[in-house]
């Protein structure tokens, strides 16, 4: 639907079409060139009318708003462009996929041994640790049967000096 503005003894068409996209959602769509011009010929037309109080009143801020639009729009037509044309010339052919798969499979057999032998590693240093507390466990009870040897010893030394004072006496 193209749709008209009377202003003044002139009637413009802008261009302007209303496009049903989904059921309840309407999506304008605009020719750029015919916005800009339009929006630069009324806003020739305000400044005129009203040159003072262009940064107060509600038509100077829309017609700023208006070019913020037109610079959104403009970024975002550009963006859509540019990813389309990134997409053609990313799509790969099957072969590619093909040996893209076997080249990741490569990778991952890569990776499975290496964390095989890291778990191998990890493995044999926690027998080692494993080992070494049973060594040493085993070097503590040495030290405590050493101490309780010297133990004895010092009462056996007590009691032979017992012994030979009792026999000295008889």
């Given at each position: 639907l193209g749709t008209a503005t009377d202003v003044g003894d002139e009637s413009v068409d802008m261009g302007m079409s209303i496009t049903a996209v989904a059921a309840p959602i309407l999506v304008g769509v605009v020719d750029p060139a015919l916005w800009r011009e339009?929006?630069?010929r009324v806003a020739i037309q305000?400044?005129?009318s009203n040159n003072n109080s262009m940064?107060?009143?509600s038509w100077g801020q829309h017609?700023?708003?208006f070019k913020s639009f037109l610079k959104k729009i403009s970024l975002r037509d550009q963006q859509q462009q540019q990813q389309q044309q990134s997409t053609i010339t990313n799509k790969k052919k099957p072969d590619e996929d093909v040996g893209n798969a076997l080249l990741l499979a490569e990778r991952l057999d890569g990776v499975k041994l290496y964390l095989e032998n890291t778990l191998n590693k990890i493995k044999s240093a926690e027998r080692m640790l494993n080992l070494n507390e049973v060594v040493t466990k085993l070097g503590l009870s040495?030290?405590?049967c050493k101490e309780e040897l010297l133990a004895f010893e010092q009462k056996q030394g007590q009691h032979q000096q017992a012994i030979?004072?009792?026999a000295s006496e008889l």
């Open positions: 339009e929006t630069e305000l400044r005129n940064e107060d009143s017609i700023e708003s040495y030290s405590q030979d004072r009792l």
